[in-house]
């Protein structure tokens, strides 16, 4: 599974029908939407799909045609996205209607053209699921236990200081999972 870090479009124009698409994160989706509405009061449908990861790990995905034919324009945008593989992500296509119309058959292929070719323009990153852990270790083995989470690409999310060091760890599984075999005898998994 891939996912994107920051917004990207691309213009298909077909008939004189202009189809600009926004493949955005999911978190901004809503606000994006809303955003482009206001910029584009004379555009006709604006067409959305998306997939992104619950906090069960399940994948949600929804889609709308926004008012073009059933079928033609949301669920064609959300092949693309589950066929690319991509989470927690939205794509949003702007359409103006350019006075010829297209069909049930060209308005699909217009819609995944136009999807495809953000996805193309687009950098992927790959996703891991993370998890948070808890450890505990003496104050001598502090540099050791920092120079590790760096080596290992782990997030040193919190660090508490007691009669001992307690940090709060955010990784891949395997990342942890490297780290606490190395560091087996340093540190104690806290509750």
Known sequence: MQYINKTYTNTLEVKQSKFIAYLISFTDFKKTLNLLKQEHPKARH????????????????HSSDDGEPKGTSGKPSLFVLQGSDIINSAVIIVRYFGGTKLGTGGLVRAYSDAVNL??????????????????YFEYSNIRIVEYDCLAFDITIVEKTFDV????????SRESIERLLNKLDRLVKLVE
Request: hydrophobic share 45%.
């Open 164 to 171: 001992g060091a307690i940090y709060k760890l955010k990784a």
């Open 118 to 135: 953000v996805v193309e323009k687009a950098e992927f990153f790959e996703y891991k699921e993370e998890k948070e852990i808890k450890i």
């Open 46 to 61: 604006f067409v959305v799909a998306y997939r992104y990861l619950n906090e069960f790990n399940q994948i949600v995905e």
